[in-house]
């Protein structure tokens, strides 16, 4: 069974920095494409940054030289690092992956339909 459980949301003042996990189990984070998304009251589902087995990245427009996805291959362990934190970065954060074999050509990455498992989320708060 696939589980995925974010942590490291919080509150923070704009311009600081806060730093997200996503702990699996049951999947295998170095093997597959794993995604960060976010979602803000009455806004759909957005993607910030993923990452495939071969470590090349892609993020949105809105958080690129801001945030930076990573993984820890030996603890199965996705992470975001957020720096210069705005307002309107405030929302739910979830990390997913797709289904085991499942190929997200790349124009796909950034997009929710493209994952399956998912965090129960973590809530970042940026206040002015």
């Known amino acids: 069974q696939v589980q995925l459980v974010e942590s490291g949301g919080g509150s923070v003042q704009a311009g600081g920095s806060l730093r997200l996990s996503c702990a699996a189990s049951?999947?295998?984070?170095?093997?597959?494409?794993m995604g960060w998304f976010r979602q803000a009251p009455g806004k759909e589902r957005e993607g910030v940054a993923a990452i495939r087995s071969d470590g090349s990245t892609a993020y949105a427009d809105s958080v690129k030289g801001r945030f930076t996805i990573s993984r820890d291959n030996a603890k199965n362990t996705l992470y975001l690092q957020m720096n210069s934190l705005k307002p309107e970065d405030t929302a739910m954060y979830y990390c997913?992956?797709?289904?085991?074999?499942?190929?997200?050509?790349?124009?796909?990455?950034?997009?929710?339909?493209?994952?399956?498992?998912w965090g129960q989320g973590t809530q970042v708060t940026v206040s002015s």
């Open positions: 997913a992956a797709p289904l085991h074999g499942r190929w997200v050509f790349r124009p796909q990455v950034l997009v929710p339909s493209a994952y399956d498992y």
């Open positions: 049951g999947y295998t984070t170095s093997n597959h494409l």
